[in-house]
């Protein structure tokens, strides 16, 4: 149980694009995702929390009108990068929260994102 | 503020030796603690998690962690390792007065010899 998915694993853009990265909660219903970004050979960062049907909450230094995020329903969460740049490339990860048990979340594989 | 020290950049150890990473953890209420590994290319994987009661827990591989809360630590270790253990290993700590979001450490890199 408490399978997390995300697709694409894999996205190659050209600069000025956006792309849509989507989270799935396969096996339970996710209130609240997370989406992380990591850097290679780095920790993850938080970026949002997204909680379905609200407004995602920013991490201070992300740009929301960048990083668009949407919790449409109770198992999917999706992240947009909008007019993506190099420097956006990156690994990208979404993780979940179920209704119960609040304080554990379930990862997803993660997405690589590169932009040329 | 809430943070997560993992002190050791890259650890290297011998397949079939021991293995003690540390994770240490700065705020005064007690946390909710884990242990993610992360193969290249993949995600994470939880391997051990402490919530409360036995400070001592089993996970996933044969991995164990000890709770301290005098040391303020999260320490992992594992008896025996085995070449397919090399990875990157992140601690992480959640709080209940910060909603449960995860606080990474900076993780360690297991090398394993043969």
Known sequence: GAVVSQHPSRVICKSGTSVKIECRSLDFQATTMFWYRQFPKKS??????????????????VEKDKFLINHASLTLSTLTVTSAHPEDSSFYICSARGETASYEQYFGPGTRLTVT | AQSVTQPDIHITVSEGASLELRCNY???????????????GQGLQLLLKYFSGDTLVQGIKGFEAEFKRSQSSFNLRKPSVHWSDAAEYFCAVAFMDSSY????????????RP
């Open chain 2, 26 to 40: 700065s705020y005064g209420a007690t946390p909710y603690l884990f242990w993610y590994v992360q193969s290249p």
């Open chain 1, 44 to 61: 993850l960062m938080l970026m949002a929390t997204s909680n379905e049907g609200s407004k995602a909450t920013y991490e201070q230094g």
């Open chain 2, 101 to 112: 979001k995860l606080i990474f450490g900076s993780g360690t890199r297991l090398l394993v």
